[in-house]
């Protein structure tokens, strides 16, 4: 029988999102991006700016900006914020953004509808590259993740390696609900 190893993962609750370009930013501010307070993952950072996010179907009013800006737009929503908004956006990694749904930003400035941009992300494992190699896992990996408690279970995450990745569990707020998980919890990950 295989033993598997266990290492402790800080879990990260994702509340809904927005990534963007400073193209699209600019076209919906007129004030430069500013930064409300640092993100775990190094460089990230939430933004005092927020959109509304709108459908035909519905509208959610402040959800946060993330800088810094990127090279594509994307807006991270759970299934709960996609029923409300009359959306059935894809379980997707971040950037895999093709046949993704269809929203409008509204900022300062007015609206934009940007098409390939919403998603219900996956859940995934920062990592930096020596912890990786000491885990013995690999970018992209799929890894199981033990959850303790009166509604315990295991979850798949994908593990995403990266120079600033630090060492953390992102689930979004439907998930983390549905096991009771908090921010800053531990949790297990079998390897």
């Not at 059935?88 to 950037?95: L, M, N, T």
Request: proline letters at 3%; glycine letters at 6%.
């Amino acid at each position: 029988m295989k033993v598997r190893l266990l290492k402790k993962v800080k879990v990260g609750i994702s509340n809904r999102h927005v990534h963007l370009t400073s193209e699209v930013y600019n076209q919906l501010f007129t004030a430069p991006l500013t930064k409300k307070r640092d993100l775990t993952q190094i460089g990230d950072f939430a933004a005092n700016e927020t959109l509304t996010l709108k459908t035909e179907k519905g509208m959610i009013e402040n959800a946060r900006i993330i800088g810094p800006f990127r090279s594509y737009n994307q807006i991270e929503i759970s299934k709960s914020d996609a029923r409300k908004l009359g959306l059935c956006p894809p379980v997707r990694k971040s950037g895999d953004l093709e046949n993704s749904e269809t929203i409008t930003l509204v900022g300062e400035k007015g609206e934009l509808t940007l098409h390939n941009a919403c998603i219900l992300a996956e859940r995934h494992i920062h990592i930096n590259p020596r912890d990786a190699k000491e885990w013995n896992v690999e970018d992209g990996d799929i890894v199981q993740v033990r959850i303790d408690g009166d509604r315990s279970g295991v979850l798949d995450a994908h593990v995403k390696v990266s120079e600033k990745g630090v060492l953390a569990f992102h689930i979004d707020t439907d998930e983390a609900n549905a096991v009771l998980l908090n921010n800053d919890e531990e949790v297990e990950v079998l390897l």
